[in-house]
């Protein structure tokens, strides 16, 4: 079969359907609403459980606006749903894997089917405008479907090698190791979470899911797809709860072989030095960024602005990819910051339901509160607002899109990772100057140029330290990779393997080697 990503926005601009995109995503967003305030369970062992202890899901675009109620799980649920992957692990990685791959192409199927759902859904929870979440609900899709493409390609990880000596037949098989924790991010809470889920449980590996605490309804319709799908009863637990608890005994049970995670960055290190402490066992992260784009003295300066914008303020910034860092060469530096104001003036905040809606609202308070401290300390560290720098009253957690300058490189807002929409521009004098600016932080997840010379595209492929770059990109200087186009993974301290999702060679992390030997007589 070959593989196809799913492209419902640009299909239906390619097709002249726009309209019809817009009136099935309006229907879904009716539908969903009559879903709300219901109450969900946990899902271990192919059985709902339902706790005593609860907690309620919110919309960021509105507090007062209760998405559900559901069971707040503990370190005795995660356990509980440990034992029960633990025990359906031996059957699911004896299953052909032929089998696997057929349940996970109908898992991308089911997503096909309910995309305007899941993406009106995911509007409501944390708060992406229709384009964004429907890119979401496609990837998850794309996802699935180029796992199970490559386990095609790759025959099952199963190898025939060479011959040493007369009668010796040898084979390379890859093997699943057991028990993976699968633990989710709130901003892409079906692509992101579908695709590791994926990926640990194709491959013949059990899984316990942990979605981000503000997403649960997105990972509870996860569960259902993959039940659905004909994920056996064990293979796939889901279980709601904080990360205190059921993430750090995910983190802590020897029962739990591997561990797969997309978060923050003092979680994924806290987790990568304690989960192998006693016992050697692969660990999967993806950890974030301080993602540059640098504008060359020959750059298209209106394409630089349009796709530096869209980087900067797609999502309020709240993607790993998010360009947070712009490096303008001196020589057009004012003519650039003028295009990007303007740029960024267009920008129209509020409902992300709506569809002229730009930037919905930051995902919770704690995300408000970073912003205004970041905003404060750019005016305690003398740098100058351009644009924005107010977080917005009213019932929805909604901040205006902010373009700071002149801040010392060294500052904190240069250096770390806030995940809101605050954007800083860094002059810079030449390319050289460029990349070591570009180079200076710690992380290395994605980058950006934009430039009339062929010679620094190369330059910048060689010498920048990051793991997914673009050129002269102007639908997202640094963002928008796409399942099978662009694999996605970060150097540094942006992730730990080195190996990224939607690539060649993401699956293989998920087994180990054996090596298998027969002699004939």
Known sequence: ??????????????ANKTEEFHQAYEAAVEQVRKDFGQKHPLFIDGKE??????????SPSNRKLVLGTFSKGGKPHARQAIAAAKKAFPAWAATPWEERVRIFRRAADLVAAKKFTYAALMSFENGKN???????????ADLMRWYAEEMERNHGYDFAMGQ?????????????????????PFNFPIAIAGGMSAGAMITGNTAVFKPASDTPFMGWELCKIFREAGVPAGVFNYVTGPGATVGQELVDSPEVA????TGSRDVGIGAYRTFSETFPKPIITELGGKNPTLVTETADLDKAAAGTMRAAFGYGGQKCSACSRVLVDKRVKKAFVEKLVAETQ?????????RDTYLGPVINEAAVRTYEK????VKKGRGKILHGGKALKGDGLFVEPTIVDGLPRKHRVNHEELFVPILSILEVDGLDDALEVANSVDYGLTAGIFTGKREEVDRFFRENVAGVMYANRAAGSTTGAVVGVQPFGGWKMSGISGKAAGGYFYLPQFMHEQSQSVYES
Do not use: H
């Open 49 to 58: 459980v339902w706790t005593r202890e609860t907690f309620v899901d919110t």
């Open 164 to 184: 040493y000596v007369p009668g010796e037949k040898t084979r390379s098989v890859l093997k699943p190791y057991g028990v993976w924790a699968v633990v989710a």
């Open 258 to 261: 591997g561990f797969v995670f």
């Open 374 to 377: 970041a905003v404060a300390d």
């Open 1 to 14: 079969m070959v593989f196809q990503n799913e492209r419902t926005w640009q299909n239906a601009v390619e």
């Open 130 to 140: 229709r384009y964004e979440a429907m890119a979401d609900v496609d990837e998850a």
């Open 346 to 354: 267009k920008i129209k905040i509020g409902d992300p339901t709506v």
